[in-house]
């Protein structure tokens, strides 16, 4: 099995940073897009960042200039870097892992999900 373990949620102040990570650990053999994603109140899920283990990134527009996905595929590990933070990014953000695992071709993994507060 894998899991998806996320860190770096918080509290800040519009235009301030955080920046999150993603730990995939388990069975793994290859992850070919980790992604990043939101949920407001209320809101549907959506996706805000992708990077492919290749090194091409997708960004939500919403978040483009702003926000920076990286990840190490050595470590499994994804960050994603948020600056110029705004009340609207206020949300739990989820990371998201599609991989080669030693049982599987293909597999979906969640984490558990981590709070972003934007407010002052």
């Known amino acids: 099995q894998v899991q998806l373990v996320e860190s770096g949620g918080g509290f800040v102040q519009p235009g301030g940073s955080l920046r999150l990570s993603c730990v995939a650990r388990?069975?793994?053999?290859?992850?070919?897009?980790m992604s990043w994603h939101r949920q407001a109140p209320g809101q549907e899920r959506e996706v805000i960042a992708t990077m492919t283990n290749g090194g091409s990134t997708h960004y939500r527009d919403s978040v483009k200039g702003r926000f920076i996905i990286s990840r190490d595929n050595a470590q499994n590990t994804a960050w994603l870097q948020m600056n110029e933070l705004r009340p609207k990014d206020t949300a739990v953000y989820f990371c998201n892992a599609q991989m080669a695992t030693h049982e599987e071709l293909w597999e979906e993994y969640w984490g558990q999900g981590t709070q972003v507060t934007v407010s002052s």
């Open positions: 388990g069975s793994i053999r290859s992850i070919y897009v």
